[in-house]
């Protein structure tokens, strides 16, 4: 290795950026330098010659001899040290700017135990943040009486005679009052995250414009826009154009009639992000939803946007209603019975080109994208064209990104599900420029202390989707600091493939059968996944046999875990989701609010399956089991569902070895 290839690792190490990952094979990937280079650039670190690698080093060296850390956590009650270069005057100041201490110190700043929250200490010149942490965010026993159970599913799924084509959150509100007369604690729903209102052809809610927004597409109108259709599968252009039309109709009407003060509450007491979103929303109208395609004094906030944008009211009233209406459909769940309510889903990442990304310059990592290598997921890797946040740009800006993000979906959940829970250690960067991917380390601990923070201060319930190349203990940190595992059944298994009991599922997680990116619990029994990954080209003819084997005892397991009948199998309905599934919803009025709930979990560019309600997740803890708090003598797979097993028994028998 040469000099200037030492230095540029190094430089690399103290960012954060890994020389090499092993892949799910366990081989060896070693970071070429185009990698190093390119993911050190997206940090804004200049790496592109020799020369600036070692002036790069020269500045980490220079910001490690400042007279405080720039950063420290800490746990809340428990006094503090911190370390000082040099004798100083010292301030503590709380998150609202109230001085908590001040004195002189020498060496270090002895602090009594604080109460939670952020503060920033001053001394020397320098400054820095303190994340005063609590023991863990909350669990469940903190929550409710126990471990309990409840449905997972998407939201435009949900099927109405006034929603016109798309889940509303009114509907939510009537679904989560029928599912809790089965008893369940919660209902998880796929992200609701704001999509854009410019949009016209994005419709997956993991590709969001902003993930502290909330998508307009389900704000219930007034009067309605008709029954859903008929047709299995959402119309998301037809859809849009009469929905937001009648938006505007509504808005217009709203203005006529001299407003509302609740609005005028929100609108105060809302900070500048909401301003700047609605500016965002108000030029993309004009302009299209990839702010990288506007004029280029437009690509940032500032004066000229904000006169390009003109009034926004409009986009600041839709963010009111859809949080007016999530609020009314979390009272719904509790005056119902839920433990929980609503179960939020927190995305990786937002688009690159959209409101999240030029709301965030500061902090964005330019010119990656967030994606993952091969793993059991997808043996070629993914790219997920998610924009990343640097981690020395977001620690720079005090996580105030993250804080403010995780504090607008915990006001509205009783649990927040965090998607690809391991981006908290680490993110696979993909350059833009064509080099190959590399891992990037994030502060763990500090983010940690923000969900604990933003978690306890809401009483809200974190879970964390660790699925993937999981490190060594990292579960186990996860754990500690009060956020749940996810348990998937489906890849909970022994050596030889068998599936694990349900009460050897792994502790402290919430435990499912599948997820929405799993095969669902037909597509499982039948070996669909099997046939994929053969058509793909990923396995060979005999290593599908063998997966075919293995599922066979599996699906043996499962009817001897369940009590099912040795015939019993999912049915193979050839007639349409929608109208295989059962009888439509109508609402809180119309004699069928227990079968409300149309879930689905299959998607297409710009259309959305209207599916069978995805199987229940259920709270694990040693000694309580995976199963509902209150047992129901028909449980589906998870020990959740109420109606799952007399759906198992329907349909043809399924064969063993290949179904």
């Known amino acids: 290795m040469t000099g200037a290839d030492a230095a540029l690792r190094a430089l690399a190490q103290a960012y954060g950026v890994h020389a090499g990952f092993y892949d799910l094979q366990g081989r060896r990937k070693d970071a070429s330098p185009p990698t190093l280079r390119a993911l050190l650039g997206a940090m804004g670190v200049e790496a592109g010659t020799d020369a600036a690698v070692v002036a790069a080093l020269k500045e980490t060296q220079a910001q490690a001899a400042a007279a405080l850390p720039a950063e420290v956590i800490a746990r809340a009650g428990v006094p503090l040290s911190v370390p000082l270069a040099t004798p100083s005057e010292f301030s503590l100041t709380d998150e609202a700017g109230a001085e908590v201490a001040r004195g002189r110190a020498d060496g270090t700043i002895d602090l009594p135990g604080l109460e939670m929250g952020y503060y920033t200490l001053q001394a020397g010149g320098a400054a820095c943040f303190i994340l005063c942490r609590p023991a863990h965010a909350p669990l469940t026993t903190e929550v409710a009486d126990g471990p309990g159970w409840g449905y997972c599913g998407a939201l435009y799924g949900l099927r109405s005679e006034d929603n016109g084509g798309l889940g509303s959150y009114r509907d939510l509100g009537r679904a989560v009052a029928a599912l809790a007369r089965t008893g369940a604690d919660f209902l998880g729903l796929n992200p609701v995250h704001a999509l854009g209102w410019a949009t016209e052809d994005i419709t997956s809610p993991y590709s969001p414009t902003h993930r502290g927004f909330f998508s307009t597409d389900h704000i219930a109108l007034a009067a309605g826009l008709g029954p859903t259709p008929e047709a ?79 009034d926004t009211s409009f986009h600041q009233w839709l963010q009111w209603r859809a949080e007016v209406q999530l609020d009314a459909a979390q009272g719904a769940a509790k005056a119902a019975g839920m433990d929980y309510g ?15 990304v030029w709301m965030n310059a500061e902090t964005i990592a330019k010119g990656v994208t967030i994606g993952a290598p091969p793993d059991m997921l997808n043996p070629e890797g993914q790219s997920w064209d998610l924009a990343a946040h640097a981690p020395a740009r977001l620690k720079a800006a005090r996580y105030a990104p993250l804080r403010a993000m995780l504090r607008k979906l915990m006001r509205h959940a009783g649990i927040l599900r965090i998607d690809h829970v391991l981006g908290l250690t680490r993110s696979f960067w993909q350059p833009d420029d064509g080099s190959p991917g590399g891992y990037i380390s994030q502060p763990l601990e500090a983010f940690l202390a923000v969900i604990a923070i933003e978690a306890r201060r809401a009483g809200c319930v974190v879970v964390g989707e660790d699925l993937g190349l999981v490190p060594e203990g990292f579960r186990e940190r996860l754990n500690e600091a009060g956020l749940y595992s996810y348990a998937v059944w489906q890849y909970e298994t022994f050596d030889d493939g068998t599936l694990r009991p349900v009460d050897r599922l792994r502790d402290f997680s919430l435990a499912c059968f599948g997820t929405h990116d799993t095969p669902t619990i037909t597509g499982f029994w039948y070996g669909q996944d099997i046939a994929w990954w053969r058509r793909m080209g990923w396995i060979s003819d005999a290593e599908a046999q063998a997966r075919h084997d ?8 499962l009817r001897a875990m369940c009590h099912l009948p040795p015939d019993a199998a999912p049915a193979r309905d050839r007639r349409s989701p929608a109208r295989a599934a059962g009888a439509v919803g109508r609402g809180a009025g119309g004699g069928a609010a227990g079968r409300c709930l149309r879930l689905s979990r299959g998607a297409e560019p710009a259309r959305h399956h209207r599916g069978t309600p995805q199987l229940a997740a259920a709270f694990a803890r040693r000694g309580d089991g995976a199963g509902p708090r209150r047992r129901n003598d028909t449980q589906d797979l998870t020990g959740g569902h109420p109606s799952a097993r007399t759906r198992q028994k329907t349909g043809p028998a399924c064969k063993e070895g290949r179904p």
Do not use: C, M, N
């Open 232 to 310: 299995p599968l959402v119309d998301y252009a037809a859809f849009r154009k009469r929905h937001r039309a009648a938006l505007q109709d509504e808005f217009r009407a709203f203005i006529a009639s001299d407003g509302d003060a609740g609005f005028d509450r929100y609108r105060v007491g809302a900070d500048r992000a909401l301003v700047d979103f609605a500016t965002f929303e108000a030029i993309s109208a004009r302009q299209g939803d990839d702010f990288r395609h506007w004029p280029a004094a437009l690509r940032t906030p500032g004066a000229e946007a904000t006169q390009a944008a003109g």
């Open 342 to 356: 609503l179960y939020l889903d927190l995305a990786v990442g937002s688009r690159p080109g959209g409101a999240e």
């Open 550 to 557: 293995i599922r066979a005892r599996q699906r043996h397991v």
